[in-house]
């Protein structure tokens, strides 16, 4: 019989306590081995060259200088990765993305990389690398790069989505449309409408380990990577297509990975030192600076949003519509669709329509970060909804719930709504003392709602029984925010044995079945429906070695609390047999016990949130201080608590450093301004408040605990709310995103000029 | 026989259909004939498309059956972070 996923009540032992983080000793003393910490014996420096260009067909490299040079043990540029993609677009656009084959397409652009015997040797082999270009007219922003007269980057792409088909290439790479109703019979029904053009600049997920990885191809085909990743399994199918080399043949192991919040589901360098090694017949490690993470991978899209929102005087609102336009970097991703989808999710609409165009433009490929294309959205029309409260006198969260999606919604993306938790969110924010804790001087406050879908994927898990009885769990889903600790706490629960007893190690790619990305905040969800899974299959052996040892038929034996028992009153004086027992018996009952499993986690629940922030405001300065600051959000069920706060906060502390600092600059040469932290602000500890959070349990009907994804959605709503706090604080409407001072202050001065 | 709405993103490629109407039980019989009735879905089914069945999403497990009455929308592939 196949495994059921339903969600059962029961009691918990040990899902939902707070044990010590199992990696944090590790961390704290410098122990865990991060990207950059792994080394194979002779080993190379890898260095990849640059295009100082943001547009530039390249017409001649000449390598053979860097080639000459003492200590170079090779040299790469596209002709050594040559095109094995057979058609697959977006595989070719990562084999082009990672080395640039005839154009460059931003400033940044891998164009050639050298391996070399020590770092010195490695750059002073760039320095010798000639490369020919000619510079192309380029472009960056996303509205103008829609303009038909806009430098064209690609003239292979063809706007989709639209009919009939284009015949001319375009940066407009695709159109979505989402919705259901009539808006414009929606808008003639509404007392008051409200149209606004939002912008959010480009930001980077921040995490502060840059990519790193060490690398070797081997004269026989065979191959090793070790890389800070958020999927080693989807790393290894990826660089193995691209090096034509059998999956199977290159093992790939994760390292501990110090943030990535979807900057790592993307391959960037590991193709490059993979190919360098082949060339040379040695390892090759690559760590990026910081300048080429900034410069060459990462960032979210920049986007220009409209939207218009139509509302009766009792607060019901009668139509909504957005446009949506999203940078893409070269290549096109779902960014604009994402936002489309999401935009007004929140809500209970009767006409509804979003619009995403995705729009390429010479900037870094964007990659997912954390909920995708939803901040952005949310922060478009969060404003307008709180604009439109204020306008009809109503309460703004009264709005909001008012308007609320509930159980039977029409979702704004298409399908029907089940159960689900942003009423919840919304009452709990609405009764939290937050909401009506007095403001000081030069303070506002604003809050905001948030969607994100969450997904799973395939998953595939070990649980081994030890000879003593302790448990060891293999789990190829990459820990990014404490899942080895949750994870020891469902096969703990599902067991029923000391969450002590249990230890999770993110097992390579040659231990485990293909596991996809953690990504979709989908680790914890995914990987514990396998777990609990394969826990029930090491179950049923252990009740079979049970049977054996007391001679006894299967159907007589029961597991209850981490114990074999043996039920009828003919079995009466057998005392329980713990895990220990029977794994010491294991030996002449059959050999060694084990738990496996495969699935494919889905039904992964769609999550909301709502967020309630007050700034300070210095009019001086336009320097923005965040003083509170409250996520309430569901959890399904929080299997370690005090993760999903972290998981909480994090989400909002990246949102506040997005709203308030965060922006990629570039000069009028296109090449981008502020690479570095310095220049480049995300907040640190001392800028931020404590950030309070209230964890909801509304159970996922499709997991057996009930569990949700929790690591995506709380950076859905701090765009907006804080934007909504700092236009409440100024009596101004804040509509570009980030709020820094200058951009305060011009609002300020444009304010005062009427 | 289920009611299958595509919604506006998948109709331009199922000649203009924003609903069709597929004697199909589970997710892979429903691809199997929208793939046969609709070769231009075909690119977008190989590159993954998502089944709501009552609200919930289903990106993968293709063994889902589609029960009689039910609400199934068809949806991009998503991403995250």
Redesign the interface.
Known sequence: MGFDPSYAIREFKSVGTRPLRPDGFDKVTGRARYGADFNMAGQLVGRILRSPHAHARILRVDTSKAQALPGVKSVITAADLPDLTNGNSDLFDILDNCMARTKALYDGHAVAAVAAVDAQTAEEALDLIVVEYEVLPHITDVDEAMKPTAPLLRDTVFTGGVDPKPTTPSNIANRTQFGHGDVEAGFKEADIVIARSFKTEQSHQGYIEPHACVGVVNADGTGELWVCTQGHFVFRAQCAELLGMDVSKLRVTSSEIGGGFGGKTHIWAEPVALALSRKAGRPVKIVMSREEVFRASGPTSATSIDVKIGIRKDGTITAASAELRYSCGPYTGPWAMLGAMTAFACYDLKNVKSVGYEVLVNRPKTAAYRAPSAPMAAFAVESVIDELAAKIGMDTIALRIKNAAREGTQSSYGPVYGPIGIGPTLEAARKHPHMTAPLGKNQGRGMACGFWFNFGGQTCTDLNIGIDGTVTLAVGTVDVGGSRASLSLVAAEELGIPYEQVRAVVADTASLGHNDMTDGSRGTFSSSMALISAARNAITVMRGRAAQMWSIPVEDVAWENGHAVAKGGKHGNLAPLSVKDIAAAAPKTGGPIAGHSELVADGAGVSFATHICDVEVDPETGGTKVVRYTVVQDAGKAVHPTYVEGQYQGGAAQGIGWALNEEYVYGADGRLQNPGYLDYRVPVCSDLPMIDTQILEIPNPNHPYGVRGVGETSIVPPLGAIANAVSNALGVRMNHIPMSPPRILAALEAARAG | MVEV?L???FA?AADGHETVEVEATDIRELFRILADRFPGLVPFIE?GI?V?I????????WS?ELPAGA?I?L???????
Do not use: H
């Open positions: 709405r919604g506006r993103s331009a590159r998502a709501s009552d609200g919930v999403i289903y990106r993968d497990t889902k609400e929308f949806l991009p592939r998503l991403a995250g972070g």
